[in-house]
């Protein structure tokens, strides 16, 4: 396992579990993407058509996110400024990366946002030490040609690949996946950007009433619902301590 620990980082202490998991209004109450679309940028209405088409349409999570991002102008310092008074952490959250961080369970963050304001609110929200230590892997912001981004209408989104969704999570967690001898391996999310990780890893955690559950009820993907982190803690402590197996975990679902 260690021999390949500098191509993938989340071995490096020889965990016997792995957490990957989606940051947008999975880590947080509220998706920092969709509240800069809602308040600053076209709307609630039709960022939810764009979802729809992504979810049953087939449309590709990558244009429909381009077009709500291109209809946020306002700086992107401001952005963050906004970000931070108004996105808030699940609940339960920080007691859980505690413990994954005092029992070794590296968390990796697979998110289709932007690398800048994810770390901005995690240090905000649970403590720079705390964010220091997670893996983030995500989209960057740019600027657009002759702009900077601080200014009007002056940034864009710079995707992690060349995938339809911008950034293919399964890509991250396949690796991993592949290996002999691996560890056990979570997902949690709630949304159209984790329909490319849904079926990777041996537990998925999907947020009760949200699209990923709707995604994995009709395409029969197994999953156990999660109202917020406490829910998550509990079942990850009891099958890393081994008082339950991650099969017996599944059978939760809903």
Not at 35 to 48: F, H, K, P
Not at 102 to 116: K, T, Y
Not at 174 to 179: H, I, M, N, T
Not at 200 to 219: H, N, Q, S, W
Request: hydrophobic share 40%; charged share 25%; proline share 5%.
């Amino acid at each position: 396992m260690a021999a390949t620990s500098h191509s993938l980082p989340a071995l490096r202490t020889k965990p016997k579990a792995i957490f990957f998991t989606d940051f947008d209004g999975t880590i947080t109450l509220q998706d920092s993407n969709d509240w800069m679309t809602d308040n600053l940028g076209y709307g609630v209405e039709r960022r939810r058509e764009g979802n729809k088409d992504v979810l049953d349409h087939g449309r590709a999570f990558r244009d429909s996110f381009q077009e709500m991002l291109d209809s946020v102008t306002t700086p992107f310092d401001k952005c963050i400024e906004l970000l931070l008074q108004n996105i808030q952490l699940d609940p339960a959250f920080k007691e859980f990366a505690s413990w994954c961080r005092a029992n070794n369970v590296p968390i990796v963050v697979l998110s289709g946002g932007m690398e800048p304001v994810i770390r901005s609110l995690l240090a905000h929200l649970v403590g720079e030490e705390e964010a220091a230590v997670m893996q983030i892997v995500s989209n960057n912001v740019k600027a657009r040609p002759g702009k900077s981004i601080n200014e009007e209408n002056g940034w864009d989104i710079e995707y992690h690949d060349d995938s339809p969704f911008g950034h293919d999570k399964s890509l991250e967690i396949k690796p991993y996946a592949a290996l002999p001898d691996r560890p056990i391996m979570f997902y949690a999310g709630d949304g159209v950007s984790d329909l490319s990780a849904a079926k990777e890893t041996d537990l998925l955690f999907a947020k009760t009433g949200r699209d990923l559950v709707t995604y994995c009820e009709r395409e029969k993907v197994p999953f156990t619902v999660f109202h917020d982190f406490s829910d998550i803690h509990k079942i990850v402590a009891d099958v890393v301590e081994g008082k339950t197996t991650v099969q017996e975990a599944a059978k939760g679902t809903q």
